[in-house]
């Protein structure tokens, strides 16, 4: 991927692999501008994350990797934050980085995309999980504390899909993004779940584009050999929208670059 700003290590307990790996994968790739979001720490389910005392490892360790690689590609430094409310810090919001992603991860504390509690979907209108999801999504930017949006349709990751039309059940929360200036990912991690394609959606991104929303791409690799995975993908998905460019960002303001 030219550019693929959501990647994570092993210090979020749930990755493998070494810094040095995911880069040397990015680079026999031709990626251009290579970012590490791993999951920021959090008061909240914090096994699946770093703790706050490793956010100075990460980012050493992240900055050294940038000035060994400097030659060969551009990286860049970052954190994939959970947006709960009543659980954010600023040690993370107020971190020296290039960019954060927000993302949902949780309804209502429900831990939407672990398929142990898959159960839950059973227990409640459909129609209305999605809009709990986009609405809380609407909040996030709101609070205009993120750059990107991570993975904007993750509610579909079971495939449990609503009977209501998507992007109507979205619209207000794509406005609430295009109106807090934030960039959306087209990440490629739902081609390894059961919904089998793309976070977000073709007509999702149909609506952003319409909204003048600009895209960015993201492996949301845990392993270096996911790494650019479903590249020619979601090339072709952006390009048939309409997109050709996509942004990253450097000490938080944005740039684009062609694809
Ligand atoms: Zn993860
Ligand atoms: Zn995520």
Redesign the pocket.
Known sequence: MIVDL?NHTLLCNHASGSIDEYIKKAIETKTEYFGFSD?APMDFDPKYRMNFNQMNTYEKDVLDAKLRYKDKINILLGY?V?YLKGHMDDRVLNAKVDYL?G?I?FIEGWGF?NPEFIGRYEEQDIDEIWQKYFDTIEEMANTKLFDIV??LD?IKVFKFMPKKDITLIARNALIAIKKADMVIEI?V?GYRKPIKEAYPSSSLLQLAFKLEIPITFGS?AHEPNQVSLFNDEVIKLAKSVGYIECAYFENRKRKFIKF
């Open positions: 959501h999951h994939e959970d992603i993302s991860h995309d991570g993975h993750l990440n991690a949301d």
